[in-house]
T-cell receptor
Framework: AQSVSQHNHHVILSEAASLELGCNYS??????LFWYVQYPGQHLQLLLK??????LVKGIKGFEAEFIKSKFSFNLRKPSVQWSDTAEYFC?????????FGTGTRLLVSP | GAVVSQHPSRVICKSGTSVKIECRSL??????MFWYRQFPKKSLMLMAT?????????EQGVEKDKFLINHASLTLSTLTVTSAHPEDSSFYIC???????????FGSGTRLTVV
């Protein structure tokens, strides 16, 4: 069965710092990859997704992610975080008709 | 854009009673809906996949007799937690696949507290 690993459980950054959240998955076949964000008190929202084509995917709010097939990775990046980016971030993989989530990374951005 | 409405957002029930949670796709037909459970400080755990007009497919370890799923139409799936116990207290989230393109849209979740 496919699984998703997010290595950082908690990340604390100051505003304007750069962000990279790791995501690795285990599945040998074709996958679709997603990053979701959950702001405090709100529901999950899609940040970006990769289906095919350019492995560097740009999403909303300045986020981007790079799919590296050889490393089974789909890391999320943002060059300069803002206080409003404080949230929980989930990587997800769609394979075999199911969406499987990583354990999530709680990001706290201090002003 | 695609919208999924989940109701209720919060529910408190007594042990031994049943609770029904609804998930509706408002502006698209959802051929497949998913039910997740989110534990505090943990990820979303897929409970089951429901396809319109057929039986739900449950993930390993999920009691299908306890968590009844019905997907009677292309816009509505329901999750009924039967004979609820305090350990069933959790945050339940539905997701629907359908609409324009390939994507998942999530409901706002239901906080269930069993007392």
């Amino acid at each position: 069965a496919q699984s998703v690993s997010q290595h950082n459980h908690h990340v604390i950054l100051s505003e304007a710092a750069s962000l990279e959240l790791g995501c690795n998955y285990s599945y040998g076949g074709t996958v679709n990859l997603f990053w979701y964000v959950q702001y405090p008190g709100q529901h999950l929202q899609l940040l970006l997704k990769y289906f095919s084509g350019d492995p560097l995917v740009k999403g909303i709010k300045g986020f981007e992610a790079e799919f590296i097939k050889s490393k089974f990775s789909f890391n999320l990046r943002k060059p300069s975080v803002q206080w409003s980016d404080t949230a929980e971030y989930f990587c997800a993989v769609n394979a075999e008709q199911k969406l499987v989530f990583g354990t999530g990374t709680r990001l706290l951005v201090s002003p | 854009g695609a919208v999924v409405s989940q109701h209720p957002s919060r529910v408190i029930c007594k042990s031994g009673t049943s609770v029904k949670i609804e998930c509706r796709s408002l502006d698209f037909q959802a051929t497949t809906m998913f039910w997740y459970r989110q534990f505090p400080k943990k990820s979303l755990m897929l409970m089951a996949t429901s396809n319109e007009g057929s039986k739900a497919t449950y993930e390993q370890g999920v009691e299908k007799d306890k968590f009844l799923i019905n997907h009677a139409s292309l816009t509505l799936s329901t999750l009924t937690v039967t004979s609820a116990h305090p350990e069933d207290s959790s945050f339940y989230i539905c997701s629907a696949r359908g609409g324009q393109g390939f994507g998942y849209t999530f409901g706002s979740g239901t906080r269930l507290t069993v007392v």
